[in-house]
Every structure is written in C-alpha cells, then in structure tokens.
C-alpha cells in the first residue's frame, strides 16, 4: 500500500463532498489495488440518476475491472460511511478484501451481518471502521448537511448525538 488508510479515505470523502453539491447523498468510495492503485473512485448518484441502486460502493464496483477467472482478493475498498446490505453483499460477491469506512451508519451500515454469517464459502472482508477521527467528523457533518438541506428533521436527531 503506497499510503496510509487515511489518505485513500480522504479521498472517498472529498468525492462524498462532490456527491453532496449535486444533490445526492454524501458518500464516496474509492477502490485500492495491493500496491495502493486507484482503480476505481465515484460517489452515489441516485439524484442524478433517479435511480435507487446508484450507490458509490456498486459504481466503483462495476467500474472496475474485476474479471471472472480471477481470485484476487487484494483490493481495498475505502467509503466515507459504513456499506449498507446491498453495497455489503456487492463487496462479498466481488471479493474485496478489506473494507475502512470512515464514519459508521447505526442506521443502516451492514457491518453487523458479519457477526452472524452463515455461509462458510462467500468470504466476508476484514472491516476497519472508522480508523480517523477527524474524518469520522467531516463524513458525520456531510450526512448532517445533507439532512439539514433536505429538511429531515427526523434523521438529523437521530444523528446528531453521535458526533458528540
Ligand atoms: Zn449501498
């Protein structure tokens, strides 16, 4: 790895930045090869593509080129908040790895399945959570901006204690 998790993590919350500018939910990835190549990086796009699926996790997924025959494993795939169920299962079909998210989802982040895995053969990747935390901070205060303009009071208490 040529840099540290907080650089590539960075990364993915500088693209859930841009993410937040165009209207959509503020989360970025960004997928590292073994020697710390950037081989895909994106941010959700579901307002811009009116579609419910178009999460940044399955867009870097997909842009990447993950060929059939192989088994590597080696990559890493960084986002700014923990993966939800199906973000998760894409991870495990693809066979990443590793996952580091910057700020946890309680809400919604699939980290929990791992605990309770029942199928011996799809491998679950090492998680790193939340490994900064002044990038658990800065992806926490993007979701927050995002629910403020988006008038979802209900979310917003929901996450506001956890930044304190
Ligand atoms: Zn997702």
Known sequence: MKYPHTHY?????????????????PIGAVLVDAEGTVIGADHNR??????????????????AHLPH????????????????????????VARIARVVWACRDPFG???I?????PWPHLRVPEFIAEPDPALQKESHRLLMDY????????????WRPLAE
């Not at 494993?73 to 894409?90: D, H, I, K, R, V």
């Not at 399945?113 to 895995?117: G, M």
């Open 46 to 63: 579901n307002a811009e593509t009116n579609h419910r699926l178009q999460h940044a996790e399955i867009r870097v997924l997909q842009e």
């Open 109 to 111: 982040g699939a980290g």
């Open 147 to 158: 629910f403020i303009h988006n008038e979802r009071d209900d979310l917003l208490a929901a």
């Open 69 to 92: 025959a192989s088994s590597d494993t080696a990559l890493t795939l960084y986002t700014s908040l923990e993966p939800c169920p199906m973000c998760f299962g894409a991870v495990v």
């Open 9 to 25: 993590l960075a990364h993915a919350l500088l693209l859930a930045r841009d993410a937040l500018e165009n209207d959509n939910f």
């Open 113 to 117: 399945i791992a605990d309770f895995w």
